[in-house]
């Protein structure tokens, strides 16, 4: 069974199209979080919930939002997607936000603006 | 954010030992050192993570120094598979991981 899973792998829309990427684990870990990869290969952190509640939100346009409907799943929904937004998107899950535990990641979801 | 300096690049010979090198001169008592890498087309994986001990699993091996202003993550016998960008990362009292460039290691059969 596959520890984190997105959806949908790929991902092509058109500019100011909305979509959404899923994001599930099946760790019991109680934490996750959404990054995004560009194309220079950096790989930086936009949201992380913590039992559901939103403990991380880095400087991210709000077109942007995270929802949590439970500890297992962490969505991300984006608005009026701009060619900018061209990237791969992971999702982690972790047991716990002390510095003592490693984060699961998922195989991310490749999203292409045209 | 902790800062750790990492070379942009290594290469290695399969089945031998890599040791990859991280510097972390700012690092504060509670942080703890974090190793992922990433292959290919993959999302990050988990290698070790440690504090103030040397640490092993079954993946590598982790060399901390005792000062711990600086780490090395032992690859014991390196296989083709190994070849990843691996990222050096400390993890503070906050509930992120900040990732750097890394270090892009190449293996040669």
């Known amino acids: 069974d596959t520890a984190v899973s997105q959806t949908p792998k790929y991902l092509v829309t058109q500019m100011g199209n909305d979509k959404s990427i899923k994001c599930e684990q099946n760790?019991?870990?109680?934490?996750m979080y959404w990054y995004k990869q560009d194309s220079k290969k950096f790989l930086k952190i936009m949201f992380s919930y913590n039992n559901k509640e939103l403990i991380i939100n880095e400087t991210v346009p709000n077109r942007f939002s995270p929802k949590s409907p439970d500890k297992a799943h962490l969505n991300l929904h984006i608005n009026s997607l701009e060619l900018g937004d061209s990237a791969v998107y992971f999702c982690?899950?972790?047991?716990?936000?002390?510095?003592?535990?490693?984060?699961?990641f998922g195989s991310g979801t490749r999203l292409t603006v045209v | 954010d902790a800062k750790t300096t990492q070379p942009n690049s290594m290469e290695s010979n399969e089945e031998e030992p890599v040791h990859l090198p991280c510097n972390h001169s700012t690092i504060s008592g509670t942080d703890y050192i974090h190793w992922y890498r990433q292959l290919p087309s993959q999302g990050p994986e988990y290698v070790i993570h440690g504090l103030t001990s040397n640490v092993n699993n079954r993946m590598a091996s982790l060399a901390i120094a005792e000062d711990r202003k600086s780490s090395t993550l032992i690859l014991h016998r390196a296989t083709l598979r190994d070849a990843a960008v691996y990222y050096c990362i400390l993890r503070v009292r906050a509930q992120k991981l900040v990732f750097g460039q890394g270090t892009r290691l190449t293996i040669n059969p």
């Open positions: 982690a899950s972790s047991q716990g936000h002390a510095g003592g535990y490693g984060y699961t």
């Open positions: 760790l019991g870990h109680d934490t």
